[in-house]
């Protein structure tokens, strides 16, 4: 089946850079969240989409902005990039609300950066 | 605020035999959905299981089922024939039903012994 792709799989940046993290949902998912897991913890919520609006906002900077064109697909787009961005960025996508399966949520591999 | 709790940094368990990993959670909801991810090596996040809270049936999934606790918010996960596939990180997650963020435990190292 298929599922969430994320690209690019890693990316190096130096500081002050900026960089654009993309993710396809996996079809007919309309529903779009971003995840930020730094080195030994847990993943923290960023911003999520449902319908090429913003549905909700976690911890996000300022320097960080997200958007979800028409077909759905979803980037994230970081800049004046520091040290502390380097993390494991995740993308997942869902059904619309309503019902059991647009609960749930299913990861993309992960877009690795590494700020320098 | 809604919080996930993993009191177990790490576990070991000998290959064909039984773990359980505990999670616990604070929320004032009284409808939303429980989930067990699996991050192995590769960190890759994998679902390996999901409980809606108004189902008072425990879920299962093949080798993984849980133990829902609603009352004591407790969400424990119980693997049975361990294979060395199943080393792992595991995340407990929760999402309340009208909300869009999962909220992630600490997680728990599951080390499997040959």
């Known amino acids: 089946a298929a599922g969430v792709i994320q690209s690019p799989r890693h990316l190096i940046k130096e500081k002050r850079e900026t960089a654009t993290l993309k993710c396809y949902p996996i079809p007919r998912h309309d529903t779009v969240y971003w995840y930020q897991q730094g080195p030994g913890q847990d993943p923290q919520f960023l911003i999520s989409?449902?319908?090429?609006?913003?549905?909700d906002k976690g911890s996000i900077p300022d320097r960080f902005s997200a958007q979800q064109f028409s077909d759905y697909h979803s980037e994230l787009n970081m800049s004046s990039l520091e040290l502390g961005d380097s993390a494991l960025y995740f993308c997942a996508s869902s059904l619309g609300p309503g019902g059991a399966e647009g609960e749930t949520q299913y990861f993309g591999p992960g877009t690795r950066l590494l700020v320098l | 605020a809604q919080t996930v709790t993993q009191s177990q940094p790490e576990m070991s368990v000998q290959e064909a035999e039984t773990v359980t990993l505990s999670c616990t959670y604070d929320t004032s909801e009284s409808d939303y959905y429980l989930f067990w991810y699996k991050q192995p090596p590769s960190r890759q996040m994998i679902l390996v299981i999901r409980?809606?809270?108004?189902?008072?049936q425990n879920a299962t999934e093949n080798r993984f089922s849980v133990n829902f606790q609603k009352a004591a918010k407790s969400f424990s996960l119980k693997i049975s024939d361990s294979q060395l596939g199943d080393a792992a990180m595991y995340f407990c997650a929760y999402r309340a039903k009208y909300g869009n963020k999962l909220v992630f435990g600490a997680g728990t190292i599951l080390r499997v012994k040959s």
């Open positions: 409980q809606e809270a108004y189902k008072q």
């Open positions: 989409f449902y319908e090429k609006m913003q549905s």
